[in-house]
């Protein structure tokens, strides 16, 4: 059986040449979360560009649920309309992605282009809205809510069109210790009931939290390694190569010596080799 997403020799390169992703072979499995990790600049958005057909390789060939895709194949109004019903993708920047007038409007904006009848799409709305304790915000303007919310109502606004697949770009980046803790639960919630998700970040304490399968690019823009949380996070080497964490001199008691700049390598919890849910 094929994997979800089976990518093979994907190249892509910026206009002047410049590459971002440099032969990417991967296979994301139904059902697994997948932490693709790297330093400003890997190419990590782009792959999840490419994954969710916003952008197309210059190089190798990309395939979901067994059949390859291409900017072409989203001339074919029934391949279109399969994919984009089936995987979400949550922008890093939430003003980048929402546009509504109000929260609601923003819930049905997605079920309502897929042709949902309006009276279905109200209904997962306000589904929705409860499950992500926004209900309150449900006639407030875009414009008036805080980072937090508007991540909330971003991710709302995906969710009422019910996809298979959730892509996510740096979920953590800037929100508060309550929201981020609010939206690892959400993505275990989410994760149980079935549906796949893809996230990029820089936040390796979310790796570890996740427990995923993870993909990690390097500076040059390939993949270095893939594995579960565990093996990656454990591996310091690594992480100093592809520029994730890093040694810094720190004075004590009149002597200079070093320290990692990550605070999660000290956590003391012990992980189960055997529990990642990524089978990278």
Do not use: W
């Not at 594995?227 to 080497?237: C, E, F, P, Q």
């Amino acid at each position: 059986m094929p994997g979800l997403f089976e990518l093979k020799n994907i190249g892509y390169s910026y206009i002047n040449g410049q590459p971002a992703l440099s032969d990417i072979n991967l296979v994301v499995n139904e059902g697994e979360i997948v932490s693709v990790i790297g330093s400003n600049g890997s190419g990590k958005s782009t792959l999840l560009n490419i994954l969710c057909g916003l952008a197309f390789p210059n190089k190798g060939t990309i395939s979901f649920k067994g059949e390859i895709f291409n900017e072409k194949s989203f001339k074919n109004d029934q391949f279109s309309r399969k994919f984009r019903s089936s995987i979400a993708y949550v922008f890093q920047n939430s003003d980048a992605q929402l546009f509504c007038p109000t929260v609601f409007d923003e819930l049905i904006f997605g079920p309502l282009q897929l042709e949902i009848p309006r009276e279905n799409a109200f209904h997962r709305a306000e589904e929705v809205m409860q499950m992500l304790n926004i209900t309150d915000l449900k006639d407030r303007p875009v414009y008036m809510l805080s980072s937090g919310e508007k991540k909330r109502v971003a991710i709302g606004a995906v969710l009422t069109s019910n996809p298979e697949v959730l892509i996510i770009d740096e979920p953590m980046s800037g929100l508060d210790p309550k929201t981020r803790s609010f939206l690892i639960e959400l993505i275990f919630t989410l994760n149980k009931v079935g549906k796949t998700i893809i996230i990029a970040t820089h936040h390796l304490e979310l790796v570890d939290h996740l427990q995923s399968g993870v993909v990690v690019l390097s500076e040059k823009h390939n993949i270095e390694k893939t594995g579960n949380s565990s093996d990656i996070l454990s591996d310091t080497d690594l992480l100093i190569k592809t520029n994730l964490i890093s040694e810094y001199p720190h004075r004590h008691d009149g002597k200079i010596h070093k320290h990692l700049s990550s605070g999660f390598l000290d956590h003391s919890h012990k992980k189960n080799q055997n529990n990642s849910q990524g089978t990278l």
